[in-house]
């Protein structure tokens, strides 16, 4: 309690010096009520600009409002472009620790100095993020490598904050008629889940593999081998990628790649690990993309740092999905009644008022390209439909929805032109065909096939069982009784069906006699 109190107290002193509060005023508040703000801290010194001051408070917060910060960093259309493009330099600009801290680290997690493990490591870091810093070094062969190192100290930071977020999430409930229904807690739980996780450079690693997996005869996305000799759970070792990152679009053009191709390929690539794997990379914001520039594989996406990923099921990937497509099909009655069917929405809520409510956000965004698109309207819009439906938020598609803005947010950097309802609508039919047609019956029964082949062997075993246990129970005269009528049952239907076949022989034996009669008679 005590830790938390003092964590407390540093945002609040962070947030002060900085001038967060005059920010945040200068915005929502009369001129009046920033400047007596300013006259009550007069010793403090807002000379900086408000983007850096913001930027500067997210690096003195730490991880977790640093990765706050890279996703408000891709969403432009959302907030001042001063502070958006301060707050750019959270992706790939985190101050760094210390490099023999980093050498230590190595030591520690694999035995040995890195100057014996490699045949170079670089001491200075090329990249440092919220939760670890990346080194570049050679391997004994000669392989070029990237070598993550996770901060120190990451997990008693990251477990004071989640604590906080925690105890703000559980006051919003209790406070807030809109807590309940957002599922402040369980979004929190969401959250420090996924946080935790990523503290894992293991489970880092096998992430990427997996992804590196789905993506193996793919054309349009790379993702580094990991190299497991040199993995440890605090210290992971990759293939070296190549590529200019995606958010510096002048080398790109420069270099002759075709931004509006790679926006379309980003929207593709996104919507493929959704719902043909249900594995998707959730930490999609510029500094973890790179475009290869080689010429083997020239304009391919270059995905790196997978600590956040996310998973969905079948129901999840199908509901999706059904709610995507009619969507893009401008089906709203179709989306309410998902929404109802779902439990998102009330059972007792009225489909035709739902499908207004959708129809009144989403139709003026439909054929307009993402420049023309205020999606901070649209998402207040959503938000107060919503709260009048009592639409619950889906703590498990809060990953999902996070990854969804940062496409759109790449999107509008790559292509303002972009239209990402016409780009995503055939992906989106051409894998619902594949699921629902006889493409989908066939691969489904790949899947079920060698299940059912073990099983249909036992099916007399297993229902003889069955049928002693329940003539054996407790409840043996209410057992007879009901065997007794399916019994006599089964005799009426044996006695319907031999009506049928004797009526049926009869009449079928009688055209018979009464044909070869006729045959007979006209040569009489």
């Known amino acids: 309690m005590l830790l938390r109190s003092m964590r407390l107290l540093k945002i609040i002193r962070v947030a002060i010096l900085y001038g967060l509060d005059e920010i945040i005023a200068s915005e929502f508040a009369p001129p009046r009520i920033a400047r007596i703000i300013n006259r009550i801290f007069f010793w403090r010194d807002l000379t900086a600009p408000r983007g850096e001051r913001l930027r500067r408070a997210l690096e003195d917060l730490g991880p977790i409002f640093i990765k706050f910060g890279q996703v408000l960093s891709t969403r432009r259309d959302l907030m001042p472009p001063d502070i958006a493009n301060e707050l750019t330099l959270l992706q790939d600009r985190v101050p760094p620790f210390d490099s023999e801290l980093a050498v230590k680290q190595i030591e520690k ?79 929190v739980g969401e959250f ?34 990991m190299y497991w000799d040199y993995c440890s ?58 475009v290869s520039v080689a010429p083997e594989t020239f304009g391919r996406y270059i995905a790196l740092d997978f600590g956040i990923v996310g998973t969905l099921n079948d129901y999840d990937k199908d509901y999706l999905s059904q709610n995507f ?37 989403c139709e003026p965004i439909f054929d307009r390209p993402l420049k023309d698109i205020s999606f901070g309207q649209v998402l207040l819009r959503l938000f107060q439909t919503s709260r009048r439906f009592n639409v619950e938020v889906q703590p498990q598609l809060v990953l999902l929805q996070k990854t969804l803005l940062n496409v759109e947010g790449l999107g509008r950097q790559l292509d303002p032109d972009l239209d990402l309802w016409k780009t995503a609508k055939p992906y989106l039919e051409r894998w619902m065909s594949e699921q629902i047609g006889w493409r989908g019956f066939v691969e489904q029964l790949k899947v079920e096939v060698p299940r059912y082949s073990r099983l249909l062997p036992e099916l007399p075993r297993l229902a003889h069982q069955a049928l002693t246990r329940y003539t054996e129970g407790e409840n043996q005269p209410q057992n007879t009784e009901l065997i007794r009528k399916l019994l006599a049952e089964q005799r009426r239907t044996n006695m319907l069906l031999g009506v049928i076949v004797y009526f049926g022989g009869g009449l079928i034996g009688g055209i018979i006699v009464i044909q070869v009669l006729m045959h007979f008679l006209k040569f009489y």
Request: some cysteine; aromatic content about 8%; proline content about 3%.
């Open 325 to 361: 497509l009619a969507f893009f099909r401008r089906d709203y009655k179709r989306v309410a009644e998902a929404h109802i069917e779902s439990g998102w929405a009330p059972k007792e809520t009225r489909v035709d008022e739902l499908e207004a409510a959708v129809r009144a956000c």
């Open 109 to 187: 997690s694999l035995g040995a100095h890195p100057d014996q493990l490699f045949a170079s490591f670089e001491r200075t870091p090329v990249a440092s993020a919220s939760i670890a810093q990346v080194h570049f070094a050679t391997l004994k062969d000669g392989k070029e490598v990237a070598v993550k190192v996770l901060r120190p100290g990451m997990r008693d930071i990251i477990d004071h904050d989640i604590g906080l977020m925690h105890v703000a999430a559980d006051w919003l409930e209790r406070l807030w008629e809109d807590g309940r229904r957002l599922k402040a807690k369980e979004v």
């Open 233 to 290: 759970s605090s210290v992971i070792v990759m293939e070296r990628m190549h590529g200019i990152p995606i958010s510096q679009t002048e080398r790109l053009r420069a270099e002759g790649v075709d931004l509006s191709k790679l926006s379309r390929d980003g929207v593709e690539i996104f919507f493929t690990q959704v719902f043909r794997d249900g594995f998707f990379h959730a930490d999609m914001h510029p500094g973890n993309i790179l």
């Open 192 to 225: 420090d889940k996924y946080l935790h996780d990523e503290l894992d450079l293991m489970r880092e690693a096998a992430n990427a593999s997996q992804l590196r997996r789905n993506f193996a005869e793919s054309t349009l996305l790379m993702v580094p081998e």
